[in-house]
């Protein structure tokens, strides 16, 4: 007889604390159905950022950026193993987006490489490619937009390496950029 009033009392329990939590609730009304419906936002084709982006830039201008003549071809961020670098060049990481900076002046350059570069990180794109050219068509033929590209991105807080383009990809007319990575 014992169970029997164990069950009676945990019965008793359970409608009690039943009735606490309904009358600590109140009414109860399913919610209307909304014919609304969530998607995530489809992330730009590739080119078409870096086209407005140009377009943008003719109308602003940035603060000069002194010139490295001498700023390296490749560059790796400080604690990163080498084997990233030599990933990049052999083409692991898929570039996700480029940049063209032919007929852009320094100053417009300056702004489009950096919002370029921002716009891919917030985007949570890996890797990038940046086209300057050879400088061929530069007063004495030397590359101005190369060592002005290669300036910012070694300088850049988001840019974890960066390395010239395979011949078939724009070889020394293009550089391959690592960004960080939000996880």
């Known amino acids: 007889m014992k169970k029997i009033a164990n069950k009676d009392t945990a019965n008793h329990q359970n409608d009690t604390d039943s009735a606490l939590f309904?009358?600590?609730i109140g009414d109860i009304r399913p919610l209307a159905?909304?014919?609304r419906h969530y998607q995530q936002p489809k992330s730009p084709e590739p080119g078409l950022l870096s086209q407005k982006l140009q377009?943008?830039?003719?109308?602003?201008?940035?603060?000069?950026?002194?010139?490295d003549a001498e700023q390296?071809?490749?560059?790796?961020?400080?604690g990163l193993q080498k084997s990233v670098l030599r990933k990049l060049r052999r083409g692991h990481y898929p570039v996700e987006d480029q940049?063209?900076?032919?007929?852009?002046n320094?100053?417009?350059?300056?702004k489009v490489i950096i919002e370029f570069i921002d716009f891919a990180s917030s985007n949570s794109m890996s890797c990038i490619k940046i086209i300057?050219?050879?400088g061929l068509g530069s007063i004495n033929r030397k590359p101005v937009l190369k060592s002005l590209t290669r300036n910012i991105l070694s300088r850049h807080p988001q840019v974890q390496a960066y390395t010239p383009a395979r011949d078939s990809a724009g070889g020394s007319g293009a550089v391959l950029v690592l960004l960080k990575t939000t996880s």
């Open 22 to 24: 309904r009358d600590a």
């Open 33 to 35: 159905k909304s014919n």
């Open 55 to 67: 377009k943008n830039a003719l109308s602003t201008e940035l603060t000069n950026m002194a010139i």
């Open 72 to 78: 390296s071809e490749h560059f790796l961020q400080a």
């Open 99 to 104: 940049l063209d900076l032919h007929n852009l």
């Open 106 to 110: 320094q100053q417009q350059a300056s």
């Open 132 to 134: 300057h050219g050879k």
